[in-house]
């Protein structure tokens, strides 16, 4: 049977030749990760089932990244749960304040995500390594602690639908814009249990990090996962970043796909979403007059070294509104630096921005730049669900770091084609 | 195994953000949680919802989050099943996993209305909407979800077969 990336990638790690749509598998697994909120619940259904150690203690992965550097004592508590479990059984890949930072930026970052991988996080935004062409997909605490002890996970083979990505994106349009581009079109349940495999020679036109933001959105059109072909640019990424050998799975030329979607990105505007849904997009010349409050810039979304580029060249000598207060989080201890030595920390304090550590803070309404009655906020994130940063009655329009940047400068929802 | 009770009516894809918010996250009680499970959407849902009722939701229930306390936090509320038209697909693992029933219903998601009587016949694989007299057919569920199902819960899977593979 002719497959596509993803049906490939698990089928061999089902140890069978073929799979096919709706089938029940059981695939091994080269990565399982678990975060400060995810893995306590993780670590309890695994101490249940009475196996001393892990599966494998190098293909575990904890990050606490959620809540941190801990918000109250209940977070401190949690991270201390999970803290204890990795030095118990050895965990080698857990990351503490210091050389931590977002999961989806770390785990790549550090080589632990190759192509051909099956991974599964306690997190929904696990899709993101599909940028490097692995399947990867988000569970529950659950499944995470079922495969600390098998190492294997349970999976519906999913059917997929082809994205074809034709033409180049204009100057400020960048991943986010297509993704937020691509939900708008099909809705937030439009790839629901499906596979987005992204085609064509327009990808050959996005950065590594616009393909990470790409992946890391699957999830918001309800897909199990997204997936990139494997190219030049992959390959010079993982050869900078992992020692891992790893194997390119490529799809057949007859792979059946549920539907096929052609995208023209040089056509894609600056997108922005409206409350209270990803899918409720809007093109940046039909937002009109949105007043706001906050800017977030960063998340496993946006937080990479190239969306603090984009957003320091819109910010670079300008002034943020005295009433937006601008809150900029790069997502790993590594693009911090990257961001220091550039320079472009500097151009976001003097333009009136704060810069903080690594966090998913903001994004979940957790810590560090919670919405207060009312309020709006533009924010570089992935959800805008009623009170996803804050009060009930808040607000989040999603946009990318150059129209967030333009925003926090005029006060309001702006286009960086006004302000440059 | 039978049920009844209430039912609870809310729209299209009702999100984990809703279900039980991120602010609660720092707790994994599920009687911590169950206080403040759907109060974004309905304040009252806590004080409201007695055992056995059912939550009715449309199309891609639990969407957003992989949280798993969303499911736990419907099940500590006393909640027997979830109805929807369909389910997102993260939120459908956790609640086999954890032992929350849900089913996939296109005619009781659309009919079942707020305040309905509903009783649940697992065995049967029936809905009865005692309110409105009318009956909804349960589909099976594939063989691999009813595997976890009778070993309440994926754990108990898990545990029981690396038993057997122990030799135990």
Not at chain 1, 33 to 49: M, R, S, W
Not at chain 2, 54 to 83: L, T, W
């Given at each position: 049977?002719?497959?596509?990336?993803?049906?490939?990638?698990?089928?061999?790690?089902?140890?069978?030749?073929?799979?096919?749509?709706?089938?029940?598998?059981?695939?091994?697994?080269?990565?399982?990760?678990?975060?400060?909120?995810?893995?306590?619940?993780?670590?309890?259904?695994?101490?249940?089932?009475?196996?001393?150690?892990?599966?494998?203690?190098?293909?575990?992965?904890?990050?606490?990244d959620h809540?941190t550097p801990?918000?109250?004592?209940?977070?401190?508590?949690?991270?201390?749960?999970?803290?204890?479990?990795?030095?118990?059984?050895?965990?080698?890949?857990?990351?503490?304040?210091?050389?931590m930072g977002i999961e989806h930026a770390l785990?790549?970052e550090?080589?632990?995500?190759?192509?051909?991988?099956?991974?599964?996080?306690?997190?929904?935004h696990?899709?993101t390594?599909?940028?490097?062409?692995?399947?990867?997909?988000?569970?529950?605490?659950?499944?995470?602690?079922?495969?600390?002890?098998?190492?294997?996970?349970?999976?519906?083979?999913?059917?997929?639908?082809?994205?074809?990505?034709?033409?180049?994106?204009?100057?400020?349009?960048s991943g986010k814009?297509?993704?937020?581009?691509?939900?708008?079109?099909?809705?937030?349940?439009?790839?629901?249990?499906?596979?987005?495999?992204?085609?064509?020679?327009?990808?050959?036109?996005?950065?590594?990090d616009?393909?990470f933001t790409?992946?890391n959105m699957?999830?918001?059109?309800?897909?199990?996962?997204?997936?990139?072909?494997?190219?030049?640019?992959?390959?010079?990424?993982?050869?900078?970043?992992?020692?891992?050998?790893?194997?390119?799975?490529?799809?057949?030329?007859?792979?059946?796909?549920?539907?096929?979607?052609?995208?023209?990105?040089?056509?894609?505007?600056?997108?922005?979403?409206?409350?209270?849904?990803?899918?409720?997009?809007?093109?940046?010349?039909?937002?009109?007059?949105?007043?706001?409050?906050q800017v977030v810039i960063g998340s496993c979304t946006n937080g990479r070294i190239d969306d603090l580029r984009i957003a320091a060249?819109v910010l670079?000598?300008?002034?943020?509104?005295?009433?937006?207060r601008t809150i900029i989080f790069p997502a790993t201890q590594n693009i911090y630096l990257k961001a220091m030595?550039?320079?472009l920390l500097?151009?976001f304090i003097?333009?009136?921005a704060v810069v903080s550590t690594p966090t998913c803070g903001p994004c979940l309404g957790g810590h560090m730049g919670i919405?207060?009655?009312?309020?709006?906020a533009v924010a570089t994130t992935n959800r805008?669900?009623?009170?996803r940063m804050?009060?009930?009655?808040?607000?989040v329009?999603l946009a990318s770091p150059a129209v967030a940047a333009?925003s926090a400068?005029?006060?309001?929802?702006?286009?960086?084609?006004?302000?440059? | 195994?039978?049920?009844?009770?209430?039912?609870?009516?809310?729209?299209?894809?009702?999100?984990?953000?809703?279900?039980?918010?991120?602010?609660?996250?720092?707790?994994?009680?599920?009687?911590?949680?169950?206080?403040?499970?759907?109060?974004?959407?309905?304040?009252?849902?806590?004080?409201?919802?007695?055992?056995?009722?059912?939550?009715?939701?449309?199309?891609?229930?639990?969407?957003?989050?992989?949280?798993?306390?969303?499911?736990?936090?419907?099940?500590?509320?006393?909640?027997?099943?979830?109805?929807?038209?369909?389910?997102?697909?993260?939120?459908?693992?956790?609640?086999?996993?954890?032992?929350?029933?849900?089913?996939?219903?296109?005619?009781?998601?659309?009919?079942?209305?707020?305040?309905?009587?509903?009783?649940?016949?697992?065995?049967?694989?029936?809905?009865?909407?005692?309110?409105?007299?009318?009956?909804?057919?349960?589909?099976?569920?594939?063989?691999?979800?009813?595997?976890?199902?009778?070993?309440?819960?994926?754990?108990?899977?898990?545990?029981?077969?690396?038993?057997?593979?122990?030799?135990?």
């Open positions: 049977m002719a497959m596509t990336m993803t049906q490939k990638i698990l089928a061999e790690h089902a140890g069978l030749t073929e799979v096919y749509p709706g089938q029940f598998i059981e695939a091994r697994l080269d990565m399982v990760l678990g975060n400060d909120i995810t893995a306590p619940v993780a670590i309890k259904e695994f101490e249940k089932i009475g196996v001393k150690d892990v599966f494998d203690k190098t293909k575990i992965a904890l990050v606490p809540f801990n918000k109250d004592i209940k977070s401190a508590q949690q991270c201390k749960a999970m803290r204890e479990f990795a030095w118990e059984k050895e965990i080698e890949n857990y990351f503490e304040i210091g050389e785990l790549p550090k080589g632990l995500v190759v192509p051909g991988d099956v991974v599964i996080g306690a997190d929904s696990t899709c390594y599909g940028a490097l062409g692995a399947f990867s997909t988000g569970v529950g605490s659950t499944d995470m602690g079922a495969a600390m002890a098998l190492g294997k996970c349970w999976f519906k083979v999913p059917e997929a639908i082809e994205f074809e990505l034709i033409g180049k994106p204009t100057k400020w349009v814009d297509i993704i937020l581009h691509i939900i708008g079109k099909i809705g937030v349940d439009g790839a629901r249990y499906k596979s987005m495999e992204f085609t064509g020679d327009g990808v050959a036109n996005l950065s590594m616009d393909r790409i992946a699957a999830i918001e059109a309800g897909a199990k996962n997204g997936i990139f072909e494997v190219d030049d640019k992959t390959l010079e990424y993982v050869k900078e970043h992992s020692k891992r050998d790893f194997k390119i799975y490529k799809r057949d030329p007859d792979a059946e796909y549920s539907e096929k979607i052609t995208i023209d990105l040089s056509t894609i505007r600056p997108t922005v979403s409206f409350p209270h849904s990803p899918d409720n997009t809007r093109t940046i010349d039909e937002v009109g007059d949105i007043e706001i409050d060249k670079k000598g300008k002034k943020i509104n005295r009433r937006v030595e550039e320079g500097k151009i003097e333009a009136g919405l207060a009655e009312g309020e709006r805008n669900f009623v009170g804050g009060h009930q009655s808040s607000e329009y333009a400068v005029m006060g309001k929802i702006a286009n960086p084609e006004d302000l440059i | 195994m039978k049920t009844k009770g209430k039912a609870f009516k809310y729209g299209d894809n009702i999100d984990t953000d809703v279900i039980i918010p991120a602010r609660y996250l720092m707790s994994f009680d599920p009687q911590e949680l169950k206080k403040h499970c759907m109060e974004d959407i309905d304040k009252d849902f806590a004080k409201k919802v007695k055992p056995g009722d059912v939550i009715v939701g449309r199309k891609n229930f639990g969407c957003g989050s992989s949280r798993e306390h969303a499911p736990i936090a419907i099940k500590a509320s006393g909640v027997s099943c979830v109805i929807a038209e369909s389910f997102a697909r993260i939120f459908y693992r956790n609640s086999f996993n954890i032992g929350l029933p849900i089913v996939e219903s296109k005619e009781a998601s659309e009919r079942i209305d707020a305040g309905d009587e509903i009783e649940i016949d697992f065995s049967e694989g029936e809905i009865k909407n005692i309110t409105k007299d009318e009956v909804y057919r349960i589909e099976a569920y594939p063989e691999f979800i009813q595997n976890i199902i009778s070993n309440n819960g994926l754990i108990n899977y898990v545990a029981e077969r690396i038993g057997k593979e122990n030799g135990l």
